[in-house]
């Protein structure tokens, strides 16, 4: 069990839980259930593609962060404006990150 999790943790798909589930006919069942990181990356393979290159890339000194565009805090997430381009982000401070991705949310509805 434990060179399967480091394995699904490598490949971006988070770890699985186990939880032991009632039922009538068998009290001793254990189920397997994902994580919600691991369903948010089965839901989004892309983008979970894109967020271990940008991982890799800063793990291995290709990528440095930069300091948010909109404070200049060095406290930063990247963004990505497209997932085909891994790379590419645009560095904000968690402030900013949310409040782009809520206008971003508000020009879908619109």
């Given at each position: 069990?434990?060179q399967?999790?480091e394995?699904?943790?490598?490949?971006g798909q988070?770890?699985?839980?186990?939880?032991s589930s009632?039922?009538s006919?068998?009290?001793n069942?254990?189920?397997?259930?994902?994580s919600?990181?691991?369903?948010w990356?089965?839901r989004?393979?892309?983008?979970?593609w894109?967020?271990g290159?940008?991982?890799?890339?800063?793990?291995r000194g290709?990528?440095?962060?930069?300091p948010?565009e909109?404070c200049?805090?060095?406290?930063?997430?990247?963004?990505?404006?497209s997932?085909?381009?891994p790379?590419?982000?645009?560095?904000?401070?968690r402030?900013?990150?949310?409040a782009?991705h809520?206008?971003?949310?508000c020009?879908v509805v619109?």
């Open positions: 069990m434990e399967t999790q394995a699904r943790k490598l490949a988070g770890e699985l839980r186990e939880v009632q039922s006919n068998d009290c069942r254990t189920e397997k259930r994902l919600p990181q691991a369903k990356a089965a989004n393979p892309k983008a979970a894109a967020h290159c940008l991982r890799n890339a800063l793990r290709l990528v440095t962060k930069q948010c909109v200049g805090s060095a406290e930063v997430d990247g963004h990505h404006d997932y085909d381009t790379m590419i982000v645009r560095w904000r401070c402030l900013h990150h949310n782009l809520r206008a971003m949310k020009e619109e």
